[in-house]
């Protein structure tokens, strides 16, 4: 287990560990609390004067963005340094517009202090127990960067199994999330159901069946119908793709859902030559962005997306053959999927026109673990 500054974002962080019985390096993106940036020195989250991050976005341009935490906390730029700021009380954050009256933002907006990192880690051969790391008398964790070896003690959860994500025992061991549709583009027989036209909640045009997947071109569309859902209830969804050529800086899509709906609802996920990332709109204008970074992952490797949603909290995580990364953020509760997701070029203009699509699942819940 290590940690790692983020590669754009302050206020974040990158937990590292390894899986031995798969070969997997997992990443979990972590948020500092309200208020505080990431010191890779002194692996702390510190105020933003101690931090002096290279990477601070009022060094780029002057405009106030939305903060970790509550519905009002934003950053304001002083001079070319970020600070911490609240909205009155019922009052929100909009990017763009600053506070706005908003009288179902009751969360308490206030700077939080540093508890401390994970230190804690999967045991992959027992779901149910997960070891802890022994700290130093100084209270400063004896990680694998520093010289001293750490020291792990085992523990055990109780009716459920260790999430690394959140780091505590809150996987439900019995719960199922089965798919309301799933299709494999790599098997041959749902390739002579397409070419019949015989499938049912899927619309394929201008795909090339390959070994490796449904070819995406210029007029590329590929829609899967969506059970309807009513207002805050989870979902998930899951593409498998890989892309023939490194993705544009500027971003390309990758998938879309309800942003045809007829309001500003929806989610997009897009990536760039460092990111993928999921943006979901709410209908008053707010968008939440939760990015992951894809380093280590080869042009051409097919990769699996995941987006699941529940309580408030999306999670997004790219998975290729030796890595992963996942992130989680709050969101908003009328995000619209209604309408199906969309992959292709003839959906969405700005979308992958050279790659190959493996394989797309939608759920009617949210997955409990998105990691082996």
Known sequence: MDVVPHPSDCDKYVQCYYNPSTDVDLAVVRSCPAGLFWLQS???????????????????????YQ???????????????????????MFSFKPGNGCQFD????????????????????????????????????????????????????????????????CGCNIDIGATCPADRSFN??????IQQLAAGSVEGLRVKDMTPSASGLVLGPNSELHVNVNKRDLGAPFSIILGFSES??????????LT??????????????ADDRFISAQAYSQDGQKVVVSVPYQGMAVNEPKQLTIS??????????????????????????????CGIDVGAALNKQSIVSGQVQGIAVFSCALQSLYN
């Open 257 to 270: 859902s309800g942003m045809n709906c007829g309001d500003k609802r929806g989610l997009v996920v897009n």
């Open 185 to 190: 583009f790599l098997d041959n027989s749902l």
């Open 245 to 254: 050529q490194q993705f544009s800086p500027y971003g390309q899509v990758l």
């Open 67 to 89: 903060a970790n935490g509550a519905c009002g906390a934003y950053w304001k730029c002083n001079g070319r340094m970020s600070e911490f700021k609240c909205c009155a009380p």
């Open 42 to 64: 002194r692996k702390q989250c510190v105020p933003p004067q101690e931090a002096a991050c290279l990477t601070d976005k009022c060094l780029e341009d002057c405009d106030a």
């Open 103 to 166: 009288p179902t933002c009751q969360e308490e907006c206030a700077p939080q202090s540093w508890c401390g990192l994970c230190l804690k880690k999967p045991n992959y051969a027992i779901p149910y127990g997960y070891d802890v790391m022994q700290v130093t008398a100084t209270g400063i964790p004896a990680l694998p960067s520093s010289n001293a070896v750490a020291q792990w003690t085992p523990r055990h959860c109780d009716y459920s199994y260790f999430d690394v994500v959140t």
């Open 309 to 338: 949603y529940a309580n408030s909290v999306l999670t997004l995580s790219i998975a290729g053959r030796s890595h992963q990364y996942i992130a989680q953020s709050k969101a908003p509760v009328d995000i619209c999927i209604s």
